[in-house]
């Protein structure tokens, strides 16, 4: 079976590795990443939407592009290959679950111009010793409250999860940040109790929860891939003995296995896209996998990167502590690793 890319899918993703290098490079991020609370600069969230990117999935008629999976992962590649801040994945994620809904057509207009930003709200679980508790929908109004909700302080609206299905609430509603490890990454606990719209069934969501496992499977891989190169150039560099260190068989060993990682991570999150494209049979195991398979390699190869630039490795002037951490943020978030190999195994019937 082909698994190449389309050439409409590599003029995407070289349109789209030059956007990045230009406008948004880790070098100018870097001060969105540090200290602006939303997380990302409004300048350059507006040139995200202008290129397509946040109305990637949405369809022509609301201002979209009306792509796939494949396409999803081809653009989120390349935000991982320069640690892009910000709510991209999210907002896609949110807007997924409108446009299977409907009837929210105003609202995906002004999310696909970049002039709204939705996110999905998930977590019920306790949290810093609170009584666990469910965010419920009763009479037109969600109550409840809602943990590492990404980007709430910057949100227009959210998605949020109820046993019932999930529910459509504008803002603005009560944020407190909660500290994280990824300075890019922003996250909240949300109280709420006000007028919701239901948007469907619990069933809604399984497009999303696949169309995430994809996304933040091709997002580690841009990290990873990124890591790897990093990692590659410095040790043709950096010299020991009077030798490159990257001549020395252990180092060598070291950047093949961080090599393999990252090839098999492509190929399991790009059978993943296919497969939500395709509607194959295997979908659920693949998204499930993907995801599973890349965290874990994202965090191996991205360790071994700070391992082999050594002592520098660990410095905040380097560039690579930031994919470390978005690696682990992505690492439990989205389905965490043992989440999702526990939905791989319920996927094949165990």
Do not use: N
Not at 30 to 36: L, Q, S
Not at 89 to 104: K, N
Request: aromatic share 6%; net charge negative; charged share 20%.
């Amino acid at each position: 079976m082909q698994f190449d890319l389309s050439d409409d899918q590599q003029l995407l993703r070289q349109s789209t590795r030059d956007f990045l290098a230009a406008e948004a490079p880790v070098e100018k991020t870097r001060r969105a990443m540090e200290d602006d609370p939303r997380g990302i600069e409004e300048s350059l969230w507006r040139q995200v939407a202008e290129m397509g990117y946040v109305g990637l999935l949405l369809p022509a008629g609301v201002g979209g592009q009306g792509l796939g999976a494949l396409e999803l992962a081809v653009v989120l590649e390349e935000a991982g290959r320069v640690c892009l801040p910000g709510p991209l994945l999210d907002v896609v994620l949110a807007a997924s679950v409108l446009a299977e809904a409907g009837g929210q057509e105003a609202l995906l207009r002004e999310v696909a111009a970049g002039t709204a930003r939705v996110v999905i709200a998930r977590e019920d679980a306790a949290f810093a010793g609170e009584a666990p508790t469910r965010t419920m929908l009763a009479g037109g109004r969600v109550k409840g409250t809602k943990h590492f909700v990404p980007f709430a302080a910057s949100a227009d609206a959210l998605v949020v999860t109820t046993p019932d299905g999930p529910c459509l609430v504008r803002g603005p509603f009560p944020v407190t940040p909660t500290p994280t490890l990824d300075h890019a990454q922003r996250f909240a606990t949300v109280t709420l109790d006000q007028p919701a719209t239901r948007l469907g069934g619990p069933a809604l969501l399984e497009p999303a929860d696949r169309l995430a496992a994809v996304g933040a499977g091709a997002m580690l891989l841009g990290l990873m891939t990124k890591a790897f190169e990093m990692s590659h150039a410095y040790v043709q560099t950096r010299e020991a003995f009077k030798r490159p260190i990257g001549t020395f068989q252990v180092i060598q060993h070291r950047l093949a296995d961080m090599l393999m990682r990252v090839e098999s991570t492509r190929s399991a999150v790009y059978r993943a896209a296919w497969c939500v494209d395709a509607g194959d049979e295997a979908t659920a195991l693949a998204c499930a996998s993907a995801k599973a398979y890349a965290g874990d390699a994202g965090r191996f190869v991205c360790g071994e990167a700070i391992q082999v630039h050594g002592g520098i490795g660990f410095t905040w002037e380097l560039d690579l502590h930031w994919y470390f951490k978005r690696t682990k943020t992505l690492e439990q978030h989205y389905g965490s690793t043992e989440e999702r190999l526990e939905a791989a195994l319920a996927a094949v019937g165990y």
